[in-house]
């Protein structure tokens, strides 16, 4: 199954650079790398990166990632993936960039977009 992660442009290029990252400020503050599934990701964007342009939209294997990826209870009582160590670049399928047009994020057009790594 794949999850997603959504990334501001230099917290991706960080990712590119250094081949491993601890996440996004969010994250770091919660002590694990938040992700979302497919069904998930177009709230988590609406919710979390309203207006924001610049993003990507980054794809992992959920069984890749091992049993540091923990599914607990979060926003409206949903089980999200989160992964208690952190994210590589080995671990990133692809990447794509996320549009925001008209004030909304096409997360449909991301996924259909030809991958960037």
Do not use: C, N
């Not at 399928?93 to 960037?116: F, M, N, R, S, Y």
């Amino acid at each position: 199954m794949l999850i997603f992660k959504i990334f501001r442009a230099d917290e991706w290029a960080q990712l590119q650079a250094d081949g491993v990252t601890e996440g996004a400020p969010v994250d770091l503050a919660d002590g694990f790398v938040h992700f979302s599934t497919g069904s998930q990701v177009a709230e988590t964007a609406a919710k979390h990166f309203a207006g924001e342009d610049d993003l990507w939209l980054l794809a992992l294997e959920a069984d890749d990632l091992g049993d540091q990826l923990i599914w607990e209870i979060s926003r409206g009582g949903q089980k999200f993936p989160h992964l208690y160590r952190p994210m590589t670049m080995d671990d990133v399928l692809w990447a794509k960039p996320l549009p925001l047009v008209d004030g909304e994020h096409q997360i449909l057009q991301a996924l259909v977009t030809k991958a960037d790594i």
